[in-house]
C-alpha cells in the first residue's frame, strides 16, 4: 500500500541577533503527515534545529518561505525514521491492541469517555 507524506511547518525559532545577523531561524516546528491508500493516517510531530546561518545564502526570516523551510527541516530530520513511526501509527489504527471500556455500573460522573457497552 503505497503512503503519501505530506510536511506542514507549524512554528519557527528564531534568535534576535546571531553571527551578526538579525532574525535568525534557529529551529523549525513541523508535522509530518502520512496517508494510507485506504485513507488511514499518522502524524509525526517534530522539531529540528537549524544550523548556523552562512552570511553569504541568509536569508531574512521575512522572507523565507515555506516550501524553502521545509527543505531545511528535510536536510535535517531523517525521513525514514519518520516514516517507519507513521506506518506503526497507521497499522495500530487498523488492529488496535486495546480499546477503552467503561463498565455499566461505573457513575456518569466517575467515567471517563470511553463507550459504555449496550445494555437490553
Known amino acids: 500500500m503505497a503512503t503519501t507524506y505530506t510536511w506542514t511547518i507549524t512554528g519557527l ?3 534576535p541577533s546571531l553571527n551578526g545577523l538579525d532574525d535568525v531561524v534557529t529551529g523549525i516546528k513541523f508535522k509530518y503527515k502520512g496517508v494510507d491508500s485506504d485513507g488511514n493516517e499518522g502524524v509525526f510531530d517534530g522539531a529540528v534545529p537549524v544550523g548556523l546561518p552562512d552570511s553569504d545564502s541568509f536569508i531574512a526570516i521575512s522572507e523565507l518561505t515555506e516550501a524553502e523551510i521545509i527543505e531545511w ?6 525521513v525514514d525514521h ?3 513511526m507513521i506506518a506503526k501509527i ?9 480499546d477503552d471500556y467503561t463498565p455499566t455500573w461505573v457513575s456518569d460522573e466517575d467515567r ?3 463507550p459504555r457497552p449496550e445494555t437490553d
Not at 73 to 78: I, L, Q, R, T, V
Not at 90 to 98: G, N, Q
Open 73 to 78: 527541516a528535510k536536510a535535517n530530520h531523517p
Open 13 to 15: 525559532k528564531k534568535a
Open 90 to 98: 497507521i497499522e495500530d489504527k487498523k488492529a488496535p491492541k486495546s
Open 112 to 114: 471517563d469517555e470511553a
Open 82 to 84: 519518520m516514516q517507519e
